[in-house]
C-alpha cells in the first residue's frame, strides 16, 4: 500500500478509536466514507493513472474500503453495547434497598367515629340501622309528637323538597328512622341509628348545614330513666375513659318527656375548667329522656305496657371533643393534611 493510502487508513482508524457516541460515529462515516470523504476523493484520482497503476491502486482501495467499514461497524456495535450497559446501570434496581411505603388512605373521622359508636353500643346489645335522607315530613315531625301547629317545628330550619300532594323534607334528624323501626317491629326494640342530616343552618366554627348524627331508641317493658343514665353513663366512659364523670339535666324535646341533656366533665382540663369547656368543667354531649307516650301510640305500641328511651348526639361534635378539633368546617373541606392527622391519632 503506498504511504498516501496508509497515512489515509492510519488517521482514519485513529479518529475511529476517539469516538465515543452515535453523533461522532455519523461524522467520522462522512468524513471518511461518505460521497464526500477522504476514501472517495482517493477513488476519484484513479482515473488519472494508467491502466496498470489504476488497477492497482483500485484493488488497494476497496481492500482499504472493506477495511474502514468493517472497522466503522466493530466501533458502532461497541458504542451501542456501551450505551445500553450504561442504561442498565442507570436503571438496575438495587433489592437490598428497602421498599417504598405506599400511600395508604384512611377512613374518615365521621366514618371511623360513626362504627366507634356502633361497635360501643353493639356491645350494649343494640343494632346499627341506617334510613333514607329524603324523608315524609309525616316522620320526621308528625309521628314524633311535633304536629304542624306546633311551636318546635320552627326552630328546626328545615330543608323543604317541593312537593304538590306531600311534604317532603331533607331529614333534620335521623329520628325518622325510630319511628320507621318501631313501626316494623314489636317490642323489645334496641337501635342506633346514624347518618347524615341536613338543616338550613348559616356556617361557622360550630354549626354547619349538613352534619352526621347518632341517635339510640330502647324500647320494651318496665324501661325506666335508670336504664338510660346507665347506658349513656356507661357510652361515655367507653368513648372518652373510664374516669369520666357524667351530669344530667332537665330538658325539653318534644318527642321525649321527661327530657335531659348529659355532659361529660371536660376531658382536656379533668372539670377544672378551660378555655374548651368555658371554665365550667362540663361539656354537653348529647340530648335524651323517656319517649313520650304520644309517639309510642302512633307507632301502635301501647304505652301503658310499654315503655323506652332514645337520645341523639352529633357525630362531628364527638370527634372536635376528642381530637380537640375547633372547626367544624374542616370535616368537608377534603384537606388531606386535616384528614391525615386521624390516621396517626388512631394508631
Request: proline content about 5%.
Amino acid at each position: 500500500m503506498s504511504g498516501t493510502l496508509t497515512t489515509l487508513q492510519n488517521d482514519a482508524l485513529a479518529t475511529l478509536e476517539g469516538v465515543r457516541d452515535e453523533a461522532g460515529l455519523a461524522d467520522w462515516h462522512r468524513d471518511v466514507l461518505g460521497r464526500k470523504g477522504t476514501l472517495s476523493a482517493a477513488m476519484r484520482e484513479l482515473g488519472s493513472l494508467d491502466e496498470d497503476a489504476r488497477r492497482e491502486r483500485g484493488r488497494e482501495l476497496n481492500a482499504l474500503k472493506q477495511q474502514l467499514e468493517a472497522a466503522f461497524e466493530a466501533r458502532q456495535d461497541a458504542i451501542k453495547a456501551a450505551a445500553l450497559n450504561e442504561r442498565l446501570r442507570a436503571e438496575s434496581i438495587d433489592v437490598t434497598l428497602p421498599g417504598r411505603e405506599p400511600f395508604v388512605g384512611n377512613l374518615h373521622p365521621l366514618t371511623a367515629m360513626i362504627r366507634e359508636v356502633s361497635d360501643v353500643f353493639a356491645h350494649l346489645g343494640f343494632q346499627t340501622v341506617e334510613g333514607p335522607e329524603v324523608e315524609l315530613a309525616e316522620y320526621s315531625f308528625d309521628m314524633l309528637n311535633i304536629p304542624k301547629d306546633h311551636p318546635a317545628r320552627d326552630v328546626w330550619d328545615t330543608i323543604f323538597i317541593e312537593s304538590d300532594n306531600v311534604e317532603i323534607t331533607l331529614r333534620p334528624h335521623t329520628s325518622p328512622m325510630q319511628i320507621r323501626t318501631m313501626m316494623q317491629q314489636e317490642p323489645p326494640v334496641r337501635v342506633v341509628v346514624p347518618g347524615r342530616t341536613y338543616r338550613y343552618e348559616a356556617q361557622d366554627a360550630t354549626h354547619e348545614w349538613h352534619f352526621h348524627q347518632v341517635e339510640g331508641l330502647a324500647v320494651d317493658r318496665g324501661i325506666t330513666m335508670a336504664d338510660l343514665k346507665g347506658t349513656l353513663a356507661e357510652f361515655a366512659r367507653q368513648m372518652f375513659g373510664a374516669g369520666r364523670k357524667v351530669r344530667f339535666r332537665c330538658d325539653f324535646f318534644p318527642f321525649v318527656e321527661p327530657g335531659v341533656d348529659m355532659s361529660i366533665d371536660c376531658p382536656f382540663c379533668g372539670g377544672r375548667g378551660c378555655r374548651t369547656c368555658k371554665n365550667s368543667g362540663w361539656i354537653e354531649l348529647l340530648g335524651a329522656g323517656m319517649v313520650h307516650p304520644n309517639v309510642l301510640s302512633n307507632v301502635g305500641y301501647d304505652p301503658k305496657v310499654y315503655s323506652g328511651w332514645a337520645f341523639g348526639m352529633g357525630v362531628e361534635r364527638l370527634v372536635m371533643l376528642k381530637y380537640n378539633v375547633q372547626d367544624i368546617r374542616l370535616f368537608a373541606a377534603n384537606d388531606l393534611r386535616f384528614l391525615g392527622q386521624f390516621a396517626r391519632a388512631r394508631l
